[in-house]
């Protein structure tokens, strides 16, 4: 298995990057996703995130994504009490779907990969960036958010040159998405050419 580590800012680029590579024939770990699933009703990641932050289940079992996303971003030692309940559990999932990968490439999403410390044996990180102008304009037009909250979600992220210090290779998706997926198709087969 060849590892690919994906990572960039916040509507940056990565899922698209992410669904050519799928497309190509790698296997594609969300961690976003895996988020998700930790705090699914009934799961032992929501009754940790219910008994921190009182208030964020409602009546019927589900999470108030916004509500928690609200206390969360607004506060970092609320964030970081979130991200101990949830990275544990993500990285758990995670290893365990890359064991079952039958790929030769396996690329694992993670947007916080500098900030989480995500120690995974990646064999290339690749990281997706964006100027934060376009990424505010992306999550006000895609995800109905306000541009301060926009903003505040960016703020709590590395910045882009920490990801690049990290970074083996980066994609520039300030431009045409044509190019971006030019670009990113390239990488990839340059990649799958030498991996082993």
């Not at 290779?169 to 971006?180: A, G, K, P, T």
């Amino acid at each position: 298995m060849f590892l690919i580590g994906l990572t960039g800012g916040i509507a940056a680029g990565k899922s698209t990057v992410a669904s050519l590579w799928g497309s190509l024939g790698a296997t594609v770990i969300d961690a976003d996703v895996l988020a998700r699933e930790a705090l699914a009703p009934g799961t032992a990641g929501l009754e940790a995130v219910a008994a921190t932050f009182p208030g964020v289940v409602n009546d019927s079992g589900d999470l108030d994504r916004k509500m928690l996303a609200d206390i969360v971003f607004a506060d970092e030692t609320k964030r970081k009490q979130l991200e101990r309940i949830v990275h544990p559990i993500v990285q758990s999932e995670a290893k365990r779907l890359m064991t079952q990968a039958t790929s030769k490439i396996v690329v694992y999403v993670v947007p916080l990969l500098v900030e989480a410390n995500v120690d995974h044996p990646f064999d290339v990180v690749v990281t997706v960036e964006a100027p934060e102008k376009d990424q505010v304009a992306r999550m006000v037009r895609h995800r109905g958010m306000t541009e301060a909250e926009a903003i505040a979600r960016i703020k709590n992220q590395t910045s882009p040159a920490h990801r690049a210090n990290r970074a083996n290779y980066i994609l520039n998706s300030n431009q045409d998405i044509e190019l971006l997926m030019r670009d990113a198709r390239l990488l990839y087969e340059s990649i799958d050419s030498g991996a082993e």
